[in-house]
């Protein structure tokens, strides 16, 4: 992997996780978490207090129950969901002020959090255990490499889409092209640097590969996330997902079988809707 050196400056400069975030993370190694540390720690911070709660009680998250109180969110939503939620608040944050590149990076920050959601509809879809429920945070950040290029090398996505188009080619094999890297290379590194597990690297780092060379539950989900994203962003919930659309057999591994697709794009798009509204973003 060889990606520019603007490009790792800019991995160095990034906005390191907020500590409470970083408390959380040793979950996913499976080590023990302080919930009440963890309580006192978001009750510091109003920010992120309102965040918590505000994405909690939306319909995405499953909000039939009101909560009120931090205390309440960590215990009742565990400490993946709880991580997920944090993530999204902290991608949004990250935002450039008074930036020619923020709707780009606006569309970054929704693209990750539609494929959370997605991943999310699959579990709940599939009921298959083998996918770990970290997952949701590799789809969350599957394109975290593409923020970085924005910023840094000024790296246009529709110019991405548009060379694929005209010379056939993959998404990275056009960033390769145009960047001398791809934002899966990126992206990995980035989930180096702020010390992800190594499944969530990996199926950030491949998660454009179709038909992946070494597929796991993960890495599918992530694939067939990403895939539900793009669709959820391109067309009205009603029009279902596309039947064109070839995943390369991620969506049977996982067992999305019977029209398992079409309920997790419709159930992706409702709770994205939710999730918008909650920020306060137009539909």
Same mark, same amino acid.
């Given at each position: 992997?060889?990606?520019?050196?603007?490009?790792?400056?800019?991995?160095?400069?990034?906005?390191?996780?907020?500590?409470?975030?970083?408390?959380?993370?040793?979950?996913?190694?499976?080590?023990?978490?302080?919930?009440?540390?963890?309580?006192?720690?978001?009750?510091?911070?109003?920010?992120?207090?309102?965040?918590?709660?505000?994405?909690?009680?939306?319909?995405?998250?499953?909000?039939?129950?009101?909560?009120?109180?931090?205390?309440?969110?960590? #215990?009742?939503?565990?400490?993946?969901?709880?991580?997920?939620?944090?993530?999204?608040?902290?991608?949004?944050?990250?935002?450039?002020?008074?930036?020619?590149?923020?709707?780009?990076?606006?569309?970054?920050?929704?693209?990750?959090?539609?494929?959370?959601?997605?991943?999310?509809?699959?579990?709940?879809?599939?009921?298959?255990?083998?996918?770990?429920?970290?997952?949701? #945070?590799?789809?969350? #950040?599957?394109?975290?490499?593409?923020?970085?290029?924005?910023?840094?090398?000024?790296?246009?996505?529709?110019?991405?889409?548009?060379?694929?188009?005209?010379?056939?080619?993959?998404?990275?094999?056009?960033?390769?092209?145009?960047?001398?890297?791809?934002?899966?290379?990126?992206?990995?590194?980035?989930?180096?640097?702020?010390?992800?597990?190594?499944?969530?690297?990996?199926?950030?780092?491949?998660?454009?590969?179709?038909?992946?060379?070494?597929?796991?539950?993960?890495?599918?989900?992530?694939?067939?996330?990403?895939?539900?994203?793009?669709?959820?962003?391109?067309?009205?919930?009603?029009?279902?997902?596309?039947?064109?659309?070839?995943?390369?057999?991620?969506?049977?591994?996982?067992?999305?079988?019977?029209?398992?697709?079409?309920?997790?794009?419709?159930?992706?798009?409702?709770?994205?809707?939710?999730?918008?509204?909650?920020?306060?973003?137009?539909?």
């Amino acid at each position: 992997m060889s990606i520019p050196d603007k490009v790792l400056h800019g991995i160095d400069r990034l906005e390191p996780l907020p500590m409470t975030v970083q408390k959380l993370m040793v979950a996913l190694n499976g080590d023990e978490v302080d919930f009440n540390e963890i309580a006192e720690t978001i009750e510091y911070d109003g920010a992120i207090t309102s965040n918590i709660l505000c994405t909690a009680n939306s319909a995405a998250f499953g909000g039939r129950n009101q909560i009120e109180h931090v205390r309440e969110a960590v #215990i009742r939503l565990g400490t993946i969901t709880l991580l997920d939620i944090m993530l999204i608040g902290h991608l949004r944050s990250m935002h450039m002020t008074n930036s020619a590149n923020r709707r780009s990076e606006d569309e970054l920050w929704l693209h990750g959090a539609t494929a959370s959601l997605a991943v999310k509809a699959i579990i709940k879809e599939t009921r298959n255990r083998k996918i770990p429920e970290a997952s949701t #945070i590799a789809a969350l #950040i599957h394109d975290i490499g593409k923020l970085v290029m924005v910023r840094h090398l000024n790296a246009e996505m529709r110019a991405v889409t548009e060379k694929c188009l005209r010379d056939n080619m993959s998404v990275l094999e056009a960033e390769k092209q145009l960047f001398d890297c791809t934002h899966a290379e990126v992206g990995a590194a980035i989930a180096h640097k702020w010390t992800f597990p190594e499944p969530i690297t990996q199926a950030i780092e491949h998660h454009h590969e179709m038909p992946p060379a070494e597929p796991n539950p993960m890495l599918d989900a992530v694939i067939v996330a990403n895939l539900v994203a793009n669709t959820v962003a391109a067309a009205p919930s009603e029009d279902g997902f596309p039947a064109d659309v070839d995943s390369a057999g991620s969506d049977a591994r996982i067992g999305l079988v019977d029209g398992g697709l079409q309920r997790v794009h419709s159930q992706t798009a409702a709770w994205m809707q939710a999730l918008k509204e909650s920020y306060g973003l137009r539909k």
